[in-house]
């Protein structure tokens, strides 16, 4: 089974982030990519970005449950 492959530009669009944090987020390690070719292309399987996602969400769940606490 094929899993789809995102460019950088299509992780942007779809986190509604520039460019440049998208290859942040991925050089970083925060989600999960590789490069391919000579020029540093990166791309991103879309389920590393809806891990990522998930990933995300519930860190936010976690911090306005831990403001309310308080």
Same mark, same amino acid.
């Given at each position: %089974? &094929?899993q789809? %492959? $995102? &460019? $950088? ?5 779809? $986190?509604d982030i520039?460019?440049? &944090?998208?290859?942040s $987020?991925v050089r970083g390690g925060?989600i999960e990519?590789f490069?391919?070719?000579? =020029?540093? %292309?990166?791309?991103?399987e879309?389920?590393?970005?809806d891990a990522?996602?998930e990933?995300e ?8 449950t831990? =403001?309310?606490?308080?």
């Amino acid at each position: %089974m &094929t899993q789809r %492959m $995102l &460019t $950088l530009a299509d992780v942007a669009e779809i $986190l509604d982030i520039t460019i440049p &944090t998208a290859r942040s $987020l991925v050089r970083g390690g925060e989600i999960e990519g590789f490069q391919v070719g000579g =020029r540093g %292309m990166w791309r991103v399987e879309a389920q590393a970005l809806d891990a990522y996602v998930e990933r995300e969400k519930a860190a936010a769940v976690a911090r306005r449950t831990s =403001r309310q606490q308080h």
